[in-house]
């Protein structure tokens, strides 16, 4: 018996390059790009262990979870680490990063995350990239949950190992990533004794085994399902126009933001500024006295396929999480989750405005 999922013919290698070359488009790259095929964390961690070592100083910037998960990467390579953390609500600047460069001139790696879905805030890439390369440091982007909702160009920016994955605001697999890589990135892998080789974290043996054969052979199996969900994804957005993708899930943060506010109840903003605010994700803040994850529990159980989350860990009871990507960055999903919270918060006594909330997200989104 036939089936959609299975029996299919094999991905060649020529679709499976076609597909990279779809990821290089939508990042205007003319960087070499790698797809991989795992969740994102493989080449997140594979493109940390194949940069940096022990002779590495890196200065990792630390905006939200995955920043701690860097660090420890690092460390656990020999790398010396500068650990440059700020508060989750709010994004770090350039001038923070020059600072650093100036306290620390031996540092020669920056890790960096775009947007944190985790914690609703997104970081000044450009701004930062120029303080970067003046310093000459290896600059390393983790894209994952900025990619289809906002700008991400590794050229431009100076990013040498930009990671994304398709399962935010591409609307896509989770289960295949990609990484850009810069020639000063491949140079310092190739310079690292510690490398990887032979390693599913290897992002040196691809160069060999595929980039540098021209793309002719695969060095394994490739994941047909993944790859030809990858390609759909891609093909989406370039139909629907990657601006107007991004535009509704800026729309969609803005109209959160509105909404949330205009609603009350002592819900606010979780991210001070709106520029610092993510147009992934949109985190806000419960009033002292409600739990986050009690407010979100109640309202997917009234209906479960609100975008709704409570924090992660220790934010579980004070922040929400509103993730208003991909199939959810419409109107739609954005009214019900907020209307979900607003019904929540009355039943626990708060004063909130369901029909000015209403309103707002309805203007943001004109
Ligand atoms: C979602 C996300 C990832 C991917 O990690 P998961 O744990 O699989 O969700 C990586 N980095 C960032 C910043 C993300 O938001």
């Excluded at 997140?44 to 194949?50: K, T, V």
């Excluded at 896509?172 to 990484?179: H, I, K, L, N, T």
């Amino acid at each position: 018996m036939t089936h959609p999922f299975l029996d299919l013919p094999p991905l060649s290698a020529a679709h499976f390059a076609a597909i990279e070359d779809g990821v290089a488009r939508l990042l205007d790259t003319r960087q070499d790009v790698l797809v991989m095929q795992g969740e994102a964390l493989l080449p997140l961690e594979g493109a940390i262990r194949s940069a940096a070592g022990p002779g590495t100083t890196a200065l990792n910037v630390i905006t939200g979870p995955y920043g701690q998960t860097f660090g420890n990467w690092l460390r656990d390579c020999g790398a010396t680490v500068i650990d440059l953390s700020v508060p989750f609500h709010t994004a770090v600047s350039a001038a923070q990063v020059r600072e650093a460069f100036a306290a620390h001139p031996e540092i020669d790696f920056v890790s960096l995350v775009h947007a944190e879905a985790a914690t609703g805030n997104t970081n000044p890439v450009a701004e930062i990239g120029a303080v970067v390369r003046e310093h000459g440091a290896l600059f390393y982007l983790d894209a994952v949950a900025s990619v289809g909702a906002e700008p991400v160009l590794p050229d431009a920016w100076g990013v040498d190992l930009c990671v994304i994955g398709a399962q935010k605001a591409m609307g896509g697999p989770a289960g295949v990533s990609a990484v850009s890589v810069s020639e000063r990135a491949w140079a310092r892998m190739a310079a690292n004794p510690h490398a990887p080789r032979r390693s599913y974290l290897s992002l040196l043996d691809w160069k060999e085994r595929w980039l540098d054969g021209g793309r002719a052979a695969l060095p394994h199996a490739p994941a047909q399902l993944e790859m030809l969900a990858l390609q759909a994804c891609l093909e989406r957005i370039e139909a629907d126009g990657p601006q107007a993708v991004m535009r509704r899930h800026r729309t969609a943060a803005l109209a959160t933001r509105a909404g949330a506010v205009a609603l009350g109840g002592g819900l606010e903003p979780y991210v001070y500024e709106e520029a610092d605010a993510a147009p992934v994700a949109t985190t806000l803040r419960v009033p002292s006295g409600v739990v986050a994850s009690e407010l979100v529990a109640g309202a997917l159980a009234g209906d479960g396929t609100l975008p709704l989350a409570a924090g992660g860990g220790a934010l579980a009871a004070e922040m929400i999480r509103v993730n208003h990507y991909g199939v959810d960055a419409t109107v739609g999903a954005v009214q019900a989750s907020l209307a979900a919270l607003g019904a929540g918060l009355a039943e626990r006594g708060r004063t909130v405005d369901l029909e000015g909330a209403r309103r707002a997200v309805e203007s943001a989104w004109r």
